[in-house]
């Protein structure tokens, strides 16, 4: 993806510049996306084995007598603060990681806003002291590729 980028980049083209720069931004924020939808996706999900261990345990200490249907409710309590400590370990995992994956998206934009000054070193959005503006284009640019993926997955 980065090859077919930069190459937009570097390709002759007629009208602004700073097309390239809003492209190159919303691919960005379109691959971003894809990829936390693919990570909520494949993340583990605790409550089927929570489900299985409260059947299985709990249909055991069932038949255990006069004191079996308030080891069933240990049970219970016990595989569901199981499977809320398990639910929280996965997303606090999935969190480090899109936090990670935006901190790269950052950088990544960096680096594309300056290979796009260097290329085209005439326009007003190359000059000295105007790499805010670039920055800000080409992250709200990123910002409507993230709407745009996840509008084809129907979130929001």
Same mark, same amino acid.
């Not at 370990?89 to 999935?94: H, Y």
């Not at 950088?107 to 959005?125: C, Q």
């Given at each position: 993806?980065?090859?077919?980028?930069?190459?937009?980049?570097?390709?002759?083209?007629?009208?602004?510049?700073?097309?390239?720069?809003?492209?190159?931004?919303?691919? %960005?924020?379109?691959?971003?996306?894809?990829?936390?939808?693919?990570?909520?996706?494949?993340?583990?999900?605790?409550?089927?084995?929570?489900?299985?261990?409260?059947?299985?345990?709990?249909?055991?200490?069932?038949?255990?007598? %006069?004191?079996?249907?308030?080891?069933?409710?240990?049970?219970?309590?016990?595989?569901?603060?199981?499977? %809320?400590?398990?639910?929280?370990?996965?997303?606090?995992?999935?969190?480090?990681?899109?936090?990670?994956?935006?901190?790269?998206?950052?950088?990544?934009?960096?680096?594309?806003?300056?290979?796009?000054?260097?290329?085209?070193?005439?326009?007003?959005?190359?000059?000295?002291?105007?790499?805010?503006?670039?920055?800000?284009?080409?992250?709200?640019?990123?910002?409507?590729?993230?709407?745009?993926?996840?509008?084809?997955?129907?979130?929001?």
């Amino acid at each position: 993806m980065n090859q077919a980028i930069i190459a937009d980049m570097h390709a002759p083209h007629e009208g602004d510049p700073k097309e390239e720069l809003l492209r190159a931004g919303q691919t %960005v924020g379109f691959m971003e996306s894809a990829r936390y939808h693919a990570l909520d996706t494949d993340k583990d999900d605790p409550s089927w084995p929570a489900k299985w261990a409260y059947h299985g345990a709990g249909g055991a200490v069932n038949f255990v007598p %006069v004191v079996g249907d308030a080891l069933q409710r240990g049970v219970d309590a016990g595989v569901y603060a199981w499977q %809320v400590e398990e639910q929280a370990r996965i997303d606090d995992g999935l969190a480090i990681d899109k936090s990670e994956n935006f901190q790269s998206r950052q950088a990544y934009l960096t680096a594309l806003d300056e290979e796009w000054s260097r290329v085209n070193p005439g326009h007003k959005f190359s000059a000295d002291g105007d790499e805010y503006l670039r920055q800000m284009d080409i992250s709200l640019a990123a910002l409507n590729g993230n709407k745009s993926a996840n509008g084809t997955v129907g979130s929001s």
